[in-house]
């Protein structure tokens, strides 16, 4: 079904021309009803008396008049009705879900199967409730019934987990390096940046540089960071820290490194086993400096600062901030 949506959703309506240009095939006679009739993708889609039950069965409820309207303008309706934006996603996926029901009963009748108007509601029910807890883990209740659903969905309020993110400096006798990597479009201009520190949280040396050599990932962006730190800084105990829980399993070996930065993080691995080097993952809110300082280089040009003092102000202000222990408020969405 997954290629179907996109192609869908990439072309926005479903004329019959596009519908046609994907290879939906039509016959001559309909397979959809009891009577057959010429087979039209307004037939099959809209018109067919099979389609018009189920349209109207999830278009009434929802608040969405399809009467006299083409299948392109009934989409269109579902697409751009005015509801809240947790409820516009599945809004978007339900007349997706409905034709790619109709086509596929369509194709099981044409073989000769069955398929009745209640088993084909449950199956884009079934599919509609498969996209939502895709979307929304923490949507636990989903009941079966349309007309529940859509209630439950307008009294649904996400739940919001605070918690605070500290950025802590190392223990005495090791240094931390905070990481981070930017990347403008995810490819675009990317820059790298790191800083380290010490126990005291005192700023030892930072730098950041745009990556040149072309258009980047974030995660490339993120190992070459990584890379440029441990080549620069020739340190034995120290923390390597950024907010990249990717770059932290790839790094302690947990998980595969993507294709595109492996070459990267092979040499990270040699360093790696000649010092004595730890990885530590810290949310956003705790690597703002480095996300700064990366910044910085896109707007402003490379950058460097071997103290505090040459710090721009906002660098100390964060270096001071973090120095002080106040923590940054995460604010999310609850899972699960
Ligand atoms: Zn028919």
Request: net charge positive; proline share 3%; charged share 25%.
């Amino acid at each position: 079904m997954s290629f179907f949506v996109w192609r869908l959703w990439q072309a926005k309506l479903p004329l019959d021309d596009t519908l046609k240009k994907w290879g939906f095939q039509f016959a001559s006679r309909c397979s959809c009803c009891q009577t057959p009739q010429e087979e039209t993708i307004a037939h099959v889609f809209l018109r067919s008396e099979v389609a018009q039950q189920i349209w109207k069965h999830f278009s009434g409820p929802a608040g969405i008049k399809i009467e006299r309207l083409q299948l392109s303008q009934v989409i269109t309706a579902w697409w751009e009705a005015s509801v809240n934006h947790h409820i516009k996603i599945i809004y978007q996926a339900v007349p997706i879900v409905i034709v790619w029901e109709l086509w596929k009963r369509r194709n099981t009748l044409l073989r000769g199967g069955k398929l009745s108007v209640n088993s084909l509601r449950y199956k884009i029910m079934h599919s509609i409730i498969l996209f939502m807890k895709a979307r929304r883990k923490n949507f636990k209740y989903a009941p079966y019934n349309w007309v529940d659903l859509l209630k439950a969905l307008h009294t649904y309020t996400p739940k919001l987990r605070i918690t605070q993110v500290c950025w802590r400096p190392p223990d005495i006798g090791w240094m931390k390096c905070n990481t981070d990597g930017a990347s403008r479009g995810n490819p675009g201009r990317s820059s790298w940046s790191f800083c380290l520190r010490n126990a005291n949280g005192d700023l030892v040396f930072a730098q950041s540089k745009e990556m040149k050599e072309g258009n980047f990932s974030n995660t490339e962006a993120e190992a070459k960071a990584i890379l440029q730190a441990l080549r620069h800084m020739e340190i034995n105990q120290m923390v390597v820290e950024n907010d990249s829980m990717l770059m932290k399993n790839v790094m302690e070996k947990k998980w595969h490194s993507p294709w595109q930065i492996i070459n990267t993080v092979e040499e990270i691995w040699r360093i790696m086993s000649e010092r004595t080097i730890l990885v530590s993952h810290v949310f956003r809110e705790g690597n703002k400096l480095v996300d700064f300082l990366a910044n910085l280089a896109l707007d402003r040009g490379d950058y460097t600062a071997n103290s505090f003092q040459d710090l721009v102000i906002w660098g100390r202000k964060l270096i001071n901030s973090d120095k002080s222990n106040i923590p940054y408020f995460r604010i999310r969405n609850c899972k699960g």
